[in-house]
Nanobody, 124 residues
């Protein structure tokens, strides 16, 4: 059973940076997609970014383009989300998700496996 574990959540200042990690285990091939999603209080979960682990192609939500960067270390089976120029509206629980079908989608219905989430709070 694939498992995903997020880490790196915490408090960040507006305009600051923060990096999240998602360690993936249980996938036998490096042919899958990992996505980052977030859910703010009172809002629906939204897709932030995703990456195909075998070739590094990426996709970003308009709200984070130019500020967030997704990357992967296949040897460590870890996907990162580097968040720069953080805004208060980036405050949310961040989840990583994975699916073997390799679709570069920001829809949560495209993912079969989910982590438990990590809280990111942007506040001065």
């Amino acid at each position: 059973q694939p498992q995903l574990v997020e880490s790196g959540g915490g408090l960040a200042q507006p305009g600051g940076s923060h990096r999240l990690s998602c360690r993936v285990s249980g996938f036998n091939e490096d042919l899958y997609t990992v996505g980052w999603f977030r859910q703010a209080p009172g809002k629906e979960r939204e897709g932030v970014s995703c990456i195909r682990t075998h070739n590094g192609t990426t996709n970003y939500a308009d709200s984070v383009k130019g500020r967030f960067t997704i990357s992967r270390d296949n040897a460590e089976k870890t996907v990162y989300l580097q968040m720069n120029n953080l805004k208060s509206e980036d405050t949310a629980i961040y989840y990583c998700a994975a699916d073997w079908r390799g679709r570069l989608s920001l829809l949560d219905s495209a993912y079969s496996y989910w982590g438990q989430g990590t809280q990111v709070t942007v506040s001065s």
